[in-house]
């Protein structure tokens, strides 16, 4: 009873707001027709960062809104030093009559990768209000990977994202956090789930002893995996994804089962059929496989830091514990009826709306 009352306590301003949007409908009040997105982060990436940005264009496509969107296999891009499959866009060339010509109502920089920096410098330079996004602690990640002060970097990403009129945030945790580091102007954008393909109706019989420990997302060492595969677990571990870590993580680990990146209904099977899903990240600023994963009926287990701690209820639909083995235990105990119906409200359709009530509408009327 507790839990279901922490639930509804930590969720009802959210919940309020989605159900007045879908009571009232949720017709654009701005007469925003044309987007240019800028993003250094899309298919065939798979990552929240694209699902996310997915799910925006193709529900406000549906509103006949109209979306440029500028990624890098459009330009010549070289691979990101120690992650490959990431591209870093060296030369844009006509980026900035790309953006003049179309016109657009609106622009978004999604990423403050090489094109956001290039879009930012060109709406600066044409005096074109702007918003952006913060999808990724790069701070916490380069510090994984490089000798570089998270401090400089959050120096460094505040100034990218000061200038933009709102830089949308996707919970309440990393909004507090930013703030603390300087950021302004943050406004919540939260996520969704896509019911129709991530739901308990997915569930088949794995071929794998259980209980089934699943873990979905990128292999990288950012992700805090070992963390999981090093505990000492009666069942199977099954990793779902790939990454720069996978070569190690698979001669490390042997026992664990590796079965590459899975999308929308194959992947809702491997959500619907384990036993548990274990978010080992302390790094995430929200962590959308969680919500995937709860949508088809799987407790998560999970550290309680920002991204987990505004998606699970303890007792509900998963377990935050700093002890992971303990989480696990606590998750692996909980009714699965409950579950799925815990992230009922999380609605890409609403997130969609939302997120065109924000951006900053450019007035072309006023420029020669």
């Given at each position: 009873?507790?839990?279901?009352?922490?639930?509804?306590?930590?969720?009802?301003?959210?919940?309020?707001?989605?159900?007045?949007?879908?009571?009232f409908g949720t017709k654009p009040l701005k007469t925003i027709k044309r987007i240019c997105l800028v993003t250094d982060a899309w298919t065939p990436q798979i990552n929240g960062v694209v699902t996310t940005l997915s799910q925006l264009v193709k529900y406000l496509t549906e509103q006949g809104i109209e979306i440029d969107i500028i990624q890098p296999y459009e330009y010549p891009r070289i691979p990101l030093p120690t992650y490959p499959d990431i591209p870093l866009v060296w030369r844009a060339k006509g980026l900035e009559d790309r953006i003049l010509k179309n016109k657009p109502d609106a622009i978004?920089?999604?990423?403050?990768?090489?094109?956001?920096?290039?879009?930012?410098?060109?709406?600066?330079?044409?005096?074109?209000?702007?918003?952006?996004?913060?999808?990724?602690?790069?701070?916490?990640?380069?510090?994984?990977?490089?000798?570089?002060?998270?401090?400089?970097?959050?120096?460094?990403?505040?100034?990218?994202?000061?200038?933009?009129?709102?830089?949308?945030?996707?919970?309440?945790?990393?909004?507090?956090?930013?703030?603390?580091?300087?950021?302004?102007?943050?406004?919540?954008?939260?996520?969704?789930?896509?019911?129709?393909?991530?739901?308990?109706?997915?569930?088949?019989?794995?071929?794998?002893?259980?209980?089934?420990?699943?873990?979905?997302?990128?292999?990288?060492?950012?992700?805090?995996?070992?963390?999981?595969?090093?505990?000492?677990?009666?069942?199977?571990?099954?990793?779902?994804?790939?990454?720069?870590?996978?070569?190690?993580?698979?001669?490390?680990?042997?026992?664990?089962?590796?079965?590459?990146?899975?999308?929308?209904?194959?992947?809702?099977?491997?959500?619907?059929?384990?036993?548990?899903?274990?978010?080992?990240?302390?790094?995430?600023?929200?962590?959308?496989?969680?919500?995937?994963?709860?949508?088809?009926?799987?407790?998560?287990?999970?550290?309680?830091?920002?991204?987990?701690?505004?998606?699970?209820?303890?007792?509900?639909?998963?377990?935050?514990?700093?002890?992971?083995?303990?989480?696990?235990?606590?998750?692996?105990?909980?009714?699965?009826?409950?579950?799925?119906?815990?992230?009922?409200?999380?609605?890409?359709?609403?997130?969609?709306?939302?997120?065109?009530?924000?951006?900053?509408?450019?007035?072309?009327?006023?420029?020669?």
């Open positions: 009873m507790t839990a279901h009352l922490s639930y509804l306590l930590n969720t009802f301003a959210r919940d309020y707001g989605y159900a007045f949007l879908k009571l978004h920089i999604a990423t403050e990768g090489s094109l956001g920096w290039r879009a930012r410098r060109i709406a600066l330079k044409h005096k074109l209000p702007f918003t952006t996004a913060y999808h990724t602690k790069y701070p916490e990640y380069l510090a994984k990977r490089l000798p570089i002060p998270a401090s400089w970097v959050y120096k460094f990403l505040t100034k990218f994202h000061d200038p933009a009129q709102a830089t949308f945030v996707p919970a309440q945790a990393i909004l507090n956090e930013l703030e603390s580091h300087g950021f302004q102007h943050l406004v919540l954008m939260g996520r969704g789930v896509d019911k129709r393909v991530f739901n308990p109706q997915q569930h088949i019989d794995l071929p794998y002893k259980k209980p089934i420990y699943l873990y979905v997302g990128r292999l990288a060492v950012e992700k805090n995996i070992q963390a999981f595969l090093s505990l000492d677990l009666e069942g199977t571990k099954l990793m779902v994804g790939d990454g720069p870590q996978k070569e190690f993580l698979e001669k490390h680990y042997p026992d664990a089962v590796f079965v590459g990146s899975k999308q929308n209904e194959s992947l809702a099977q491997f959500y619907a059929s384990a036993d548990v899903m274990v978010f080992s990240s302390l790094t995430d600023t929200f962590g959308l496989v969680n919500i995937e994963a709860m949508a088809c009926g799987t407790p998560v287990a999970a550290f309680p830091v920002t991204g987990p701690i505004d998606i699970i209820t303890p007792g509900l639909n998963g377990a935050l514990n700093p002890d992971l083995n303990l989480a696990i235990q606590q998750a692996l105990s909980l009714p699965r009826p409950p579950i799925a119906q815990s992230v009922e409200n999380y609605d890409w359709q609403v997130v969609a709306s939302d997120f065109l009530q924000h951006l900053a509408q450019i007035n072309w009327s006023d420029r020669t």
